[in-house]
């Protein structure tokens, strides 16, 4: 039931609704339904959806500063729009991007990775 | 080193990206072998996925421990996934990156594999190297349908006199071997292993010992037993020691038997044997309970039948078209306390073609091979049974039954007619005549003998205490002096007038001697 009330509450406030309006009336029609003790627990849901959307939000990550908007215009080429791409020197060479499950890896430390597990295995 | 520089180069040379793009998910929560993943919406139930290590840390990391941890997806969520963690549990982490292989879990199968010993995954664990030149095979695959099957006709000998008499097994077909611990279970699916080395090459089939929550000290035994005696020659080792993940023990039955699909589609014989399916469902309740599924009877899952029925389905004899082949299974089941109603074991027996049920109470007074005669039984085994070996044991069944009806009214009954006496001593020759030592199966033509000799009255002049001793030197006596008369039962399967002729003057020969 919570999880419902949770998805319900995100739902609308992505249509833009108000977040005041919406959790009062969240509230009146707990109340109204004696079911206020949802409320914890609806509350838990909603961090877990949020922790959700923030991992299985767009990132793209760059091996170097001046690469970023290269990562940027090519990751939003391939279906992956992020705002702003995040320097991570340990991927080598190349970029990364990553939204929902979706993940493009174009680094140089994947295809070194790739390699070294062929000539191991 | 030239040539690690040149292997090298050339695998840059080729390195093309895998893919482009994946799908792939975050682990959301781990614990109890069990993982908790968000993302891989497309993914599919028995989907294979891999816990990689290497996405969130540097490369001089990722290069140190590459080795990834697989995963096999068991439940579709609304908001995610639930896997049972394939390895190493603890190398997973919230946070993880899992990556969608888009494989149904495959295992390695082929000729290369016979004489190994390897986990559920198809890895070899026994220290002689990786298995080269085999092909991937589902570990879960649809049973072959009537149209493909054909009728059991073929026997395969256990080289233990009281099966192969009483409850003969055919190729193709599923035997239970159920019984409390201790009562012999194994020896008898080990006896039935190590007879395969007295068939001819060309129809001897190739043996899979699935071990399912064995104590690791016991399979190295059984197979360094089995090596010993030669029969690794011609078999396979499936082990998921109790110490394993609770995933291996529940997936290790459908390796062995994917391994054997492999060889029956190729028209040859296989002998599967599942040590023990109560492990297995313990461990499948395990997991089920950890997926959170809602739990039935005795806690099981209600899928439980299911597991074992289409486990067991897979046994079968091909049709002709399909290249003859077959696999007989041997599962075997432990009951508490000899209690072959409770869920599990009445689930199985219903599952499978018989029976063969071993009592604690025999065993313990000596009757080795337990075997309870009046519950044991096999459904289909007859039709394969050798003419030899039917004409033989026809009365044995009939006969032991009439005997324990006497022996129980012999505790209260003092003053017994001679017929009676005549009767007890007959049941008890007979009973003593079925008992064998474990690890010495006996080859086909010499139980036919042994047991002929015994049903028509060959060892009535020996006490009945003393007829195991005059057995043994029946056959010393039969090795020596009556080849000719094995060897014509075991190239006809049959006894002619002129067999029975030649073996009777042999065995008055041997009584007078003796």
């Not at chain 1, 509450?9 to 005041?20: C, I, M, P, Q, R």
């Not at chain 2, 009877?297 to 597991?307: H, K, N, S, T, V």
């Not at chain 2, 007959?426 to 690890?439: D, M, W």
């Not at chain 2, 010499?446 to 047991?451: H, L, P």
């Amino acid at each position: 039931m919570e999880k419902a009330y949770a998805q319900a509450l995100t739902n609308v406030l992505a249509k833009g609704s108000s977040e005041d309006e919406v959790v009062s009336s969240l509230i009146k029609h707990l109340k109204q339904a004696g079911r206020m003790k949802l409320l914890p627990a609806i509350l838990r849901e909603l961090v877990v959806l949020k922790a959700r959307t923030t991992t299985l939000g767009a990132t793209v990550e760059v091996a170097t500063e001046a690469g970023k908007a290269d990562a940027l215009k090519e990751a939003k080429e391939a279906g992956i729009e992020a705002s702003s791409a995040v320097v991570n020197p340990s991927l080598v060479s190349g970029w990364r991007a990553r939204e929902g499950g979706r993940l493009i890896d174009r680094t140089g430390k994947r295809a070194l990775i790739d390699i070294y597990r062929r000539i191991t295995s | 080193m030239d040539s690690i520089i040149k292997r090298i180069e050339a695998e840059i040379a080729a390195h093309t990206p895998i893919k482009d793009q994946e799908e792939t998910g975050i682990v959301r929560a781990t614990g109890d072998g069990i993982a908790e993943i968000d993302g891989l919406e497309r993914a599919v139930m028995t989907e294979m996925v891999m816990f990689d290590p290497t996405f969130d840390r540097t490369l001089e990391d990722a290069l140190k421990d590459s080795n990834v941890v697989y995963g096999l997806i068991l439940n579709l969520e609304e908001d995610g996934v639930r896997a049972s963690i394939l390895g190493d549990s603890s190398k997973v982490y919230e946070g993880m990156l899992v990556r969608r292989l888009g494989r149904l879990l495959s295992i390695p199968v082929g000729e290369k594999l016979i004489g190994r010993v390897v986990n559920p995954l198809g890895a070899p664990v026994d220290g002689k190297g990786p298995v080269a030149g085999t092909v991937e095979r589902p570990i879960e695959s649809q049973a072959y349908g009537v149209i493909d099957r054909s009728p059991v006709n073929t026997p395969i000998h256990t080289g233990i006199k009281a099966i192969d008499a009483m409850t003969p097994i055919g190729r193709g077909q599923r035997q239970l071997i159920i019984g409390d611990r201790g009562t012999g279970k194994t020896t008898i699916a080990i006896d039935t292993i190590l007879n395969q080395i007295s068939e001819d090459p060309s129809t001897r089939p190739i043996c899979v010992y699935v071990a399912i929550g064995q104590k690791e000290s016991k399979t190295a035994r059984i197979v360094a037993d089995l090596a010993e005696k030669g029969a690794m020659e011609y078999t396979i080792v499936v082990t998921a020691p109790a110490s394993s993940p609770a995933a291996f023990q529940f997936l290790a039955p459908f390796a062995g038997v994917s391994i054997a699909e492999h060889f029956m589609e190729q028209g040859k014989d296989c002998l599967v044997i599942y040590d023990d399916l109560s492990k297995q469902a313990v461990a499948y309740r395990q997991m089920s309970l950890l997926l959170r599924r809602p739990p039935g009877r005795e806690a099981y899952p209600g899928d439980i039948f299911y597991l074992h029925s289409r486990l067991l389905e897979r046994s079968a004899k091909l049709s002709k078209e399909k290249g003859g082949g077959s696999i007989t299974a041997l599962p075997i089941i432990e009951t508490q306390e000899n209690d072959i109603s409770a869920y599990i074991p009445t689930n199985v027996i219903s599952i499978t073609d018989g029976q063969i049920f071993l009592e604690s109470d025999l065993f313990n007074k000596g009757l080795r091979p337990a075997i309870n005669v009046g519950v044991s039984v096999s459904r289909v085994g007859s039709a394969a049974q050798t003419k030899a070996m039917k004409k033989v044991s026809g009365k044995i069944k009939l006969e032991l039954a009439q005997f324990r009806e006497l022996e129980a009214f012999m505790q209260f009954a003092s003053d017994l007619d001679e017929n009676t006496k005549r009767q007890i001593d007959s049941g008890r020759r007979l009973t003593e005549t079925l008992k064998q030592p474990n690890g010495k199966p006996l080859a086909f033509e010499m139980a036919t003998a042994v047991i002929y000799a015994a049903t028509n009255g060959f060892f009535d002049t020996f006490p009945p205490e003393e007829t195991a001793k005059a057995e043994a030197r029946l056959q010393d006596f039969l090795t020596r002096d009556a080849q000719a008369e094995l060897k014509a039962i075991r190239d006809s399967r049959d006894l002619s007038d002129e067999t029975v002729e030649a073996l009777r003057a042999k065995l008055t020969q041997f009584v007078e001697r003796s």
